[in-house]
């Protein structure tokens, strides 16, 4: 469904915007920490569908899903309420049944947040480690 | 698993506390809403495990889980972070395939929410509507 | 900063889309259906957005904040990983501190989830309500 | 209102009890990995209670509320609905304006997930860094 592509680095980074939401906010006026995880992954999700991929088909078709095995994420500053965000997606390795991704939140020109956020491709219904289908693999060479 | 019961009514509601934690909050500073749904559903899971029913056992042996079909929520005042909350469930009608529940939130005496939320069972597969298992319907005579 | 408009209404709603991640769904392999609630906000947010006002900005400028306090839902179908969702803003009434919005949830044609909310709009500080400021009002003839 | 403690180590860390219900869930069927940094916090904020310290309380009295600026996550396996699970927190280190803490998560003597999380102090109103109060230091020496 897409073309080879080549995979987000830094110099290219794949970028997705998110808007912040009341519901993102906690009672200290921003953006709950543990949300920059789901805007992590709102990013990825959209860098793969980028490139043709979507993970619900992905899984009909090849019973494999991608689960997050490590995160490590630094909070630099807050964002809040209505605040614009670029959340940006760079390929930093991509192994046989895992790639470690590097993440950044942006505002305005501010690096909000970063993260570094390992995937593993595992059997839907074993949870089990498996390769990343090659429809994934072949698009990136 | 469990004696057979009677539904919690209004005179004899099920009583469950949850306790506010940031990530209930929202930048008005208190629970933010749609979370009240959430503090509900804990307090039907309770009280179902108290009469010995496990959702996921359920699931497994029958192949039936219930799903949110309508919620009518009346919000009146707002928790606040660190505030003790009781969540009460009330049975209305139990009908073969169905439920409807009233459900409260209170702090100390004041009645911070309340709503009317209807359940169904469904087939998790097909997600089609099915009767209650028995072994639920049996507990309340 | 806007022209003067006119309320979205039942012949005209306000359209704003919304896509399902993984964040969104529950082990049903759905969207948790209190989550239609969030969807919902970030439609109402983005209408206001739409005639040029910003949540943020108004509470700083007014110290008036909108608070839901009626919810009633009704859920038809699920919306499952990576769907394109499109939410509705309908306004059905208008009123000096408070108004009761009409929203849906549709997919490709499919309404999979409807609601109505009552906002009301209270002083940021005490949580009294207020009314409506007139820079929101106005637009609306 | 509270007397001398000691702080949790890893012979003797705090334990704070968690079920996992729909809302934590996702479509793989399983805990959704960022609801870990939740489960971690609810333990963080029982512990800081245990020792008689309210953070909303704190929060009026001093200004000061914490905030995490570092998390670290390995997910190891999976936590799933009705599942009941542990929480661990242990001090490894407190300084005048921020403390690490390693948190882990366990069920029925199975480690599930693991993390390291530096919280800072800071004033409520301008997010900078303060010194933790010493109502929270004097409890432990």
Same sequence: chains 1, 2, 3, 4.
Avoid at 63 to 77: H, K, L, N, P, W
């Amino acid at each position: 469904m897409s073309e080879p592509a080549t995979l987000p680095s830094a110099s290219q980074p794949f970028r997705h915007p998110v808007r912040v939401y009341w519901e993102d906010t906690d009672a200290g006026g921003v953006v709950f920490y543990a949300n920059y995880l789901k805007f992590f992954e709102r990013a990825r999700t959209e860098w793969l569908r980028s490139v043709g991929i979507s993970q619900q088909t992905l899984r009909e078709a090849t019973g494999a899903i991608f689960v997050v095995t490590d995160t490590t994420v630094r909070y630099r500053q807050s964002a809040r309420l209505d605040d614009a965000l670029d959340i940006t997606v760079v390929v930093e390795e991509l192994r046989p049944a895992s790639m470690r991704l590097s993440q950044q939140a942006w505002r305005a020109g501010h690096l909000l947040c970063e993260g570094t956020i390992r995937i593993g491709c595992v059997d839907a219904a074993s949870l089990r480690p498996c390769r990343i289908p090659s429809q994934i693999t072949t698009l990136f060479q």
